[in-house]
């Protein structure tokens, strides 16, 4: 059983420009969510995809998109990025949509926005 | 609106010592609280949930309604349980997490 895999690990991008972080989820999990960790701060939910369509978003702004694939790996987009973007980025998978259990986390994509 | 409070950012016990890290949340209604821990180069996982009222690594949590808290307990701190400690509420909707801003544990030798 692999679990869930992100990518990449660390990267640096400047103001403005757009960003694709992947994630593969854990072998038979059909739920990813995406969550946004800023230095010193726990996880913020930033929208969950279950088979393919969003399943709810948190407050955060159009230029976050995400996409959620046949197979269940999933992407976050982030457009015109900002400085108050650079955050460890966080994708969990769980097995339903209404994650009323284990949320299994990736190792996150660190990204710095300078 | 739900919020999930840590109000200490650091903790410092002996080996050996009881322990206690502080959570409080704000809730509409019955609220399904969790801990999740990260240890030292790993990733974040989840320690325990209120619901299934067990005890994980010799750590236990009650939640208290009547003063909206759900403090994570241990009565004899080992050196493992240094790690970051996050208490988290699940959305009304069911599809999201509220995190605290975490507590960092550490057990001195």
């Known amino acids: 059983e692999t679990g869930v895999t992100q990518s990449p690990t660390h990267l640096i991008k400047t103001r403005g420009q757009q960003v694709t972080l992947r994630c593969s989820s854990q072998s038979g999990h059909n739920t990813v969510s995406w969550y946004q960790q800023a230095l010193g701060q726990g996880p913020q939910f930033i929208f969950q995809?279950?088979?393919?369509?969003?399943?709810g978003r948190g407050n955060f702004p159009p230029r976050f998109s995400g996409l959620q694939f046949p197979n269940y790996s999933s992407e976050l987009n982030v457009n015109a990025l900002e400085l108050d973007d650079s955050a460890l980025y966080l994708c969990a998978s769980s097995l339903d949509r209404l994650n009323t259990g284990e949320l299994f986390f990736g190792e996150g994509s660190r990204l710095t926005v300078l | 609106a739900q919020r999930v409070t840590q109000p200490e950012k650091l903790l410092s016990v002996f080996k050996g010592a009881p322990v206690e890290l502080k959570c409080n949340y704000s809730y509409s209604g019955s609220p399904e609280l969790f801990w999740y821990v990260q240890y030292s180069r790993q990733r974040l996982q989840l320690l325990l949930r209120?619901?299934s009222r067990e005890s994980i690594k010799g750590f236990t949590a009650d939640l208290n309604k009547g003063e909206t808290s759900f403090h994570l307990k241990k009565p004899f701190a080992q050196e493992e349980d240094s790690a970051m400690y996050y208490c988290a509420l699940i959305s009304v909707t069911g599809n999201q997490f509220y995190f605290g801003t975490g507590t960092s544990l550490t057990v001195i030798p």
């Open positions: 995809y279950y088979r393919e369509e969003e399943n």
């Open positions: 209120h619901i």
